[in-house]
């Protein structure tokens, strides 16, 4: 069974910083796309960040929310089967539920689908 497990969120002040970290347990073929999203109370869940699985030199291409670009940055390693978001100068509205997501295939004859965590609370204080 495939899991994704979200950690690293908590209170933080406004301009400080947080890492969070998604694990993906289970039997998998391969994992695609990965990325985080966000869902605020009263709000729909947006994407913040994502990043494919090799590209721009193979570390992967990424995409961000314009929100966030140039204080947060989605990073991920393969051989450990996780994604990372370091969040830097957090400000209020960054307040929300983190979900982790990825494309995953569980098998090399299966189509890749998709796979969220729990999420984990960010909460930024001002």
């Known amino acids: 069974q495939v899991q994704l497990v979200e950690s690293g969120g908590g209170l933080v002040q406004a301009g400080g910083s947080l890492r969070l970290s998604c694990a993906v347990s289970g039997s998998i073929f391969s994992i695609q796309d990965m990325g985080w999203y966000r869902q605020a109370p009263g709000k729909q869940r947006e994407l913040v960040a994502d990043i494919t699985n090799g590209g721009i030199y193979n570390g992967g291409r990424t995409r961000y929310a314009d929100s966030v670009k140039g204080r947060f940055t989605i990073s991920r390693d393969n051989a450990k089967k996780m994604v990372y978001l370091q969040m830097n100068s957090l400000k209020p509205e960054d307040t929300a539920v983190y979900y982790c997501?990825?494309?995953?295939?569980?098998?090399?004859?299966?189509?890749?689908?998709?796979?969220w965590g729990q999420g984990t609370q960010v909460t930024v204080s001002s």
């Open positions: 997501n990825a494309e995953i295939r569980v098998a090399a004859t299966m189509r890749g689908s998709d796979y």
